[in-house]
């Protein structure tokens, strides 16, 4: 990665000049644009525009946002820039199945996934082991109704003091109270199986199993308060077909479950991902 690596995001009202003063802007400060993508919707008439570049050595961050901030006023920009050598810090939480969990250790732990793992939470003490292995710390935090309430707490808590930036619910089998999800709005990541038709509860593979479905797969979306209706980041599918028992379905939905996890958490990660109303816009 190049020294002094930065990338801007930002959203504005749509408007002729946007890119040609941003552009000028870094040019002015003597940046090197590396990567330059920009997306106009005409249904929200705002645009969206993600660039990375390199920083000179003899301009510091400071300077940038000051010079920036002074410009995106103009526009009504919403924008951030980020230095893309930081590696994000995530939180994972985890229930009884593993298989999201196993998959984002091994990413962030072999350098395929530009972040770092800072804790892990779960209500069970399944993974405490797999955990220490990676030398991750893990907090069983088990949770009942009356406790519920509390719990969350120690996660928001956790969430401070590990300055984390990212939340990953990885197979996380409790629903989170409307608070917990306002205080994690727009950095918290959920994964669940996406089916034709939609099989809610228990055993969701075994049910699709019963009604012969042919297309099973996969949604990752922000958590809002809205049960699983969060802005969707990623989604696949993978076809099934007769021959293949509950188990088979199982299998088939663990590894999209995970692919498409591990998209959604490097697009945030690598600052890709653009909220658009109730939509994202995910550059690649």
Not at 116 to 139: M, Q, R, T
Not at 226 to 231: F, K, R, S, T
Request: with cysteine; hydrophobic share 40%; aromatic share 6%.
């Amino acid at each position: 990665m190049p020294q002094n690596d930065h990338i801007l995001t930002l959203s504005c009202p749509d408007r002729t000049g946007i890119v040609y003063r941003v552009s000028g802007l870094l040019f002015e400060l003597g940046c090197n644009i590396l990567d330059s993508q920009q997306f106009g919707d005409d249904e929200t008439g705002r645009f969206f525009l993600r660039v990375h570049f390199n920083l000179p050595e003899a301009i510091s961050a400071d300077e940038l946002r000051t010079r920036f901030t002074a410009m995106a006023e103009g526009y009504g920009m919403d924008w951030q820039i980020h230095d893309a050598r930081r590696k994000p810090r995530l939180l994972i939480m985890v229930s009884k199945q593993g298989h999201c969990l196993n998959d984002l250790l091994f990413r962030v732990s072999s350098g395929q996934l530009h972040a770092e793992i800072a804790a892990i939470v779960s209500n069970h003490n399944d993974f405490a082991g797999l955990a220490a292995s990676y030398g991750i710390p893990f907090h069983h935090l088990p949770v009942t109704p009356e406790t519920k309430a509390e719990q969350e707490q120690q996660i928001l808590r956790l969430v401070a003091s590990e300055k984390i930036d990212l939340v990953v619910l990885a197979r996380y089998m409790q629903i989170l109270s409307a608070q917990m999800c306002e205080a994690l709005n727009g950095r918290a990541i959920n994964i669940h199986h996406s089916f034709l038709p939609s099989f809610k509860g228990a055993r969701p593979y075994h049910q699709a199993h019963a009604r012969g479905v042919k297309i099973i797969g996969a949604t990752a979306h922000y958590v809002t308060s809205d049960l699983d209706e969060g802005p969707i980041i990623e989604q696949d599918i993978e076809r099934v077909d007769h021959t293949m028992t509950a188990q088979d379905l199982t299998q088939v939905g663990s590894d999209v479950e995970s692919l498409v996890l591990a998209r959604a958490v490097r697009s945030h990660v690598e600052h890709r991902i653009l909220l658009n109303r109730n939509k994202t816009v995910v550059f690649r």
